[in-house]
């Protein structure tokens, strides 16, 4: 039987809670008391909090959109040309090691950016030039099958990958 030519792995969204709840917060106490200050004069002072509040919401609006629309998408591709439409696209030949990244404890700046949904991806994809990150959205087990679709695919185009 013939190797697939290509792996395409597609994680589901993160749909968290917290930050949705967290977003909607701070929209409507920075809308609230932006619609407050709309008396004041045009001073300096106040036009930068209004951008502050602005910076805010779209802190908010990004959260929501990576927990509930963004996908993370991964295309290996043993020959031929890599499709744009995927962000993180590699050719097998490019990828040296692949390997599970522990789960961040919650106290950890990292464990907290996971926790709103900014943090990257527990499959590390190392190539000759960078360290990918890959799997937002994967549940452990999830990851860990992610984790071996991804080694198996490179065994099988005589690229032998890592896996810690």
């Given at each position: ?10 994680c ?70 890599l ?9 097998a ?21 996971d926790a ?27 990851a ?21």
């Amino acid at each position: 039987m013939r190797p697939s030519p290509t792996l395409h792995i597609v994680c589901p969204t993160q749909k968290r809670g917290f930050p949705a709840f967290m977003s909607v917060v701070f929209v409507w106490v920075v809308a609230s008391g932006l619609g407050n200050g709309w008396e004041h004069d045009g001073s300096f002072g106040f036009m930068l909090l209004t951008v502050g509040a602005l910076v805010i919401m779209v802190l908010a609006a990004w959260a929501l959109y990576r927990n509930f629309v963004f996908r993370d998408a991964l295309y290996i591709a043993r020959d031929g040309s890599l499709p744009s439409s995927v962000p993180l696209a590699l050719m097998a030949h490019e990828i040296r090691a692949v390997r599970l990244l522990p789960r961040h404890e919650a106290w950890t700046p990292e464990g907290k950016w996971d926790a709103l949904g900014f943090g990257q991806g527990r499959i590390e994809i190392d190539t000759a030039t960078h360290r990918y990150h890959f799997g937002i959205g994967l549940e452990e087990h999830e990851a860990e099958a992610a984790l071996q679709r991804i080694v198996e695919f490179c065994r099988e185009q005589g690229i032998v990958a890592a896996a810690a």
